[in-house]
């Protein structure tokens, strides 16, 4: 079936540095691509839906210049956490539409933590 | 109108038994709903998906129900076991589109 690989799946860095997370189709061409963080004991919230050669489409509230999104190609889509800050830390999770109305496939997560 | 409302937010069900999760939501396009399970440190992974042209779906032991009418749809787990123990969330969409989360139901199964 559908796989996304997400890289890393943990990272430490400390305050003021930047992150990248990187979410690849291994199977299949991804448009779309869709960024969520989730906050320990919270549910998952859509930060943005990326798509393939065109700009991404971020949630109120979330600040486009710190997490820049970028969707190069039909199998990569990456999420730069820009001068990370302790309240950054969450897990960040990418899903792309399955194929054929197929559901969505989920990457595994990737667990930011800034100190 | 995006919101799917979840319940209960926690459950405490003896081995054997039956667990029962309640969503709801507001938007009529909706046309694809999921129950995902997360264990900590986990992604989420699919469980059951349903599309609204039936009002009941089963694989295994779970179990999604489907009310078009009151616009809700609920998970029933059969012979809950501890591996069940996770948090569930339910979701809707307009396919291919952002999937909305419920809040998440944290389950526990006792043995």
């Known amino acids: 079936g559908a796989v996304v690989s997400q890289h890393p799946s943990r990272v430490i860095c400390k305050s003021g540095t930047s992150v990248k997370i990187e979410c690849r189709s291994l199977?299949?061409?991804?448009?779309?691509m869709f960024w969520y963080r989730q906050f320990p004991k919270q549910s998952l919230m859509l930060m943005a839906t990326?798509?393939?050669?065109?700009?991404?489409?971020?949630e109120q509230g979330v600040e486009k210049d710190k997490f820049l999104i970028n969707h190069a190609s039909l199998t990569l889509s990456t999420l730069t956490v820009t001068s990370a800050h302790p309240e950054d830390s969450s897990f960040y999770i990418c899903?792309?539409?399955?194929?054929?109305?197929?559901?969505?496939?989920f990457g595994s997560g990737t667990r930011l933590t800034v100190v | 109108q995006q919101q799917v409302k979840q319940s209960p937010q926690s459950l405490i069900v003896q081995k054997g038994g039956i667990s029962i999760i309640n969503c709801a939501y507001e938007n009529t396009a909706f046309d694809y709903f999921p129950w995902y399970q997360q264990f900590p440190g986990k992604g989420p992974a699919l469980l059951i998906a349903?599309?609204?042209?039936?009002s009941e779906k089963k694989e295994g032991r779970f179990t999604i129900s489907f009310n078009k009418s009151a616009k809700q749809f609920s998970l029933h787990i059969m012979d809950s076991q501890p591996g069940d123990s996770a948090t569930y969330f339910c979701a809707a969409s307009i396919i291919g589109n952002k999937l909305v989360f419920g809040a998440g139901t944290i389950l526990r199964v006792k043995s």
């Open positions: 990326s798509n393939e050669g065109s700009k991404a489409t971020y």
């Open positions: 199977d299949f061409q991804a448009t779309t």
């Open positions: 899903s792309a539409p399955g194929q054929g109305g197929n559901g969505y496939t």
């Open positions: 349903i599309r609204p042209d039936v």
